[in-house]
């Protein structure tokens, strides 16, 4: 299971994260100033443009215009963790987040969902599982349940809990692509592969790609990596290969490591798979 992309609903200002990173769809002036909520936009639309660092000069600018609102460094903070792959940067501005003087809760959540990711990418699995605790004690996010229950099936492989989590996101969120995936993806570990393909199909209709993840438009890279999952749990190599090719292609793919790609428990039926491994020895080279 991959680390994800994000969204969270803002009191008057409706923030879609895009690719791991903020974004916000829509603002009302009362709870956010016009020229913040423009700078976000900006930001989306270079996110979904694969303009990673058109994105961050906009968060960046963001955060120096208006130092004093979370939502503004909640996004700097997630652009740093996902595109940019900087914990340490990311960690501050997460942190500036939640003890921002203007606050909103969403915002607040999404920092400690983005503080417990940070931990468990540094190994600290207990400590990220109670920063995503502390996110959902400040209000339910589809982000928070899925990063909980990628955790326990990756890193604690108790792969009950992870459905329950994956399910919980799930209601939370039941059009997000990446919450059906995950959830496909336990319930064919639970031998309901009937459900899991209802699921999958679901996803893959709100993504815009066929079941080898090609598509005419921008297909989320969370999106393919989870169906290469999918389709690696479920016993299709050549699936797997194909949909995994394709997120290789996305802009952001780098979030994820070589090392957790291999730790990742659905792919363990192809380790020892000679294409896998020439996939991953072309793509994410060993450092």
């Known amino acids: 299971m991959v680390r994800h992309a994000s969204r969270f609903i803002d009191v008057g200002l409706a923030l879609v994260l895009v690719a791991g990173c903020s974004s ?7 709870e956010s100033p016009e020229p913040l909520v423009h700078l976000l936009s900006q930001g989306r639309e270079c996110e979904t443009n694969g ?14 215009e208006f130092p004093d609102y979370s939502v503004a460094w909640s996004h700097l903070g997630e652009h740093r963790r996902f595109w940019g792959r900087d914990p340490a940067s990311a960690e501050a501005a997460f942190t500036s987040a939640i003890h921002s003087k203007v606050t909103t809760g969403p915002s607040v959540a999404f920092a400690w969902r983005g503080l417990g990711e940070i931990a468990r990418g540094r ?6 599982i109670e920063c995503f605790k502390r996110s959902l004690a400040v209000g339910p996010s589809t982000e928070a349940y899925r990063s909980l229950s990628a955790l326990y ?21 039941p059009e997000d692509p990446i919450a059906q995936l995950q959830y496909a993806v336990q319930m064919v ?7 899991a393909q209802k699921w999958f199909a679901e996803a893959i209709r709100r993504a815009g790609c066929d079941v080898n993840g090609r598509s005419a438009d921008l297909v989320h890279c969370c999106v393919l ?13 050549a699936a797997a290969l194909a949909m995994l090719k394709e997120f290789f292609i996305t802009p952001n793919h780098r979030h994820i490591t070589r090392d957790e790609i291999l730790r990742d428990p659905d792919f363990e039926s192809l380790l020892d798979d000679p294409d896998f491994k ?9 450092e």
């Open 189 to 195: 570990r639970f031998n309901d592969r009937t459900e």
């Open 24 to 30: 916000p769809k829509r603002s009302s002036p009362a």
């Open 123 to 128: 190994g600290q699995v207990d400590h990220a």
């Open 51 to 64: 303009d990673g660092p058109g994105a961050a000069a906009a968060y960046e600018r963001a955060t120096r």
């Open 225 to 237: 990596y989870n169906g290469a999952c999918y389709h690696a749990v479920r016993g299709d190599k």
């Open 278 to 286: 020439a996939l991953l020895d072309y793509r994410l080279p060993a």
């Open 153 to 173: 099936a990756t890193e604690k492989r108790d792969f009950e809990v992870a459905r329950h989590y994956a399910f919980s996101a799930l209601k939370l969120s």
